[in-house]
């Protein structure tokens, strides 16, 4: 062999070696396209589990909410009604609408004024007689009765 044929031989095996470096770089380049394009698709997925548990915890919330209203009002039907019998007899006085019940209506009538304007104008009666009560419990039932829970 001489010196042009070893030159030939040494070049073709640098360009051989090369050729396969680029080989190997290529199917690694290949490789991580291909992890980054499942890391996308586990990120896509994550993102639409996500949406969906924040679509359900705001459903659970307002559920929360609707309960506890629900809750609330039942509270203040139960004052009512006491208070109501307590006027059906000689047991309601002005100092126990002021001492006993007229406390716990008004905090059972928190953030519901609006949606209960008789209940709300109790307080500013000082004394209300049996019928002013009797229309509140009707109000507060008509109002918790189309506050509804779904099933779900």
């Not at 031989?9 to 640098?14: D, E, H, P, Q």
């Not at 470096?21 to 890391?39: C, G, I, Y």
């Not at 679509?55 to 629900?70: I, P, S, T």
């Amino acid at each position: 062999m001489d010196g042009e044929e070893l030159v030939a031989v040494g070049s073709l095996a640098v360009a051989a070696v090369a050729a396969v470096f680029a080989w190997l770089q290529a199917r690694s380049a290949r490789q991580a396209v291909r992890r980054a394009e499942e890391a996308v698709q586990v990120a896509e997925r994550a993102n639409l589990l996500a949406a969906q548990a924040n679509r359900l915890a705001e459903h659970a919330n307002r559920q929360v909410a609707v309960l506890e209203k629900r809750n609330q009002l039942g509270r203040l039907r139960a004052v009512l009604r006491q208070a109501a019998a307590d006027a059906y007899s000689p047991g309601l006085n002005q100092m126990r609408w002021e001492s006993a019940y007229r406390t716990e209506v008004q905090a059972s009538l928190a953030g519901l004024h609006a949606q209960l304007p008789l209940c709300a104008a109790l307080l500013n009666t000082p004394l209300p007689g049996a019928q002013a009560l009797a229309h509140a419990v009707q109000e507060t039932a008509a109002v918790a009765e189309t506050t509804e829970v779904s099933a779900a």
